[in-house]
């Protein structure tokens, strides 16, 4: 599977469990850590989890390895790291406080569809 529709198939399971303010930003020509970074956020830990958790099924059915995850157990900041996607899950407390988009303010944003 490409990075891009990784990135899709990202969104969506973010989506598919009521994630807030899902961001998608192009770090191709930004940083060599990932092709794509997907922040969101949930509005409580339990919803924190419930979305990382919805991220790791869908990287597990299409064959798709998860590198890393960080920070599931305090559920303030979920890291998944799949490769060309890394996946930013904040509780939305958390979120504002790092703004992370501000941080790699020179990515562009990806449209991305969540039909």
């Known amino acids: 599977m490409d990075s891009r529709k990784l990135a899709d198939l990202t969104a969506k399971a973010c989506?598919?469990?009521?994630?807030?303010?899902?961001?998608?930003?192009?770090?191709?020509?930004?940083?060599?850590?990932?092709?794509?970074f997907l922040i969101c956020e949930g509005?409580?830990?339990?919803?924190v989890q419930a979305i990382a958790n919805e991220v790791k099924?869908?990287?597990?059915?299409?064959?798709?390895?998860?590198?890393?995850l960080e920070g599931?157990?305090?559920?303030r900041w979920i890291l998944i790291d799949l490769g060309d996607v890394v996946c930013h899950v904040f509780h939305k407390d958390?979120?504002?406080?790092?703004?992370?988009?501000?941080?790699?303010?020179d990515a562009p944003l990806v449209d991305v569809s969540l039909d």
């Not at 509005?43 to 919803?47: F, G, N, Y």
């Not at 958390?94 to 303010?105: F, P, S």
């Open 57 to 68: 099924d869908r990287a597990a059915e299409n064959d798709i390895e998860v590198k890393r």
């Open 94 to 105: 958390e979120r504002m406080y790092y703004n992370i988009e501000r941080l790699w303010g």
């Open 72 to 75: 599931y157990e305090q559920a």
């Open 15 to 36: 989506d598919d469990k009521r994630a807030d303010d899902i961001v998608v930003l192009d770090m191709k020509h930004v940083s060599l850590i990932a092709d794509y």
């Open 43 to 47: 509005s409580s830990e339990r919803q």
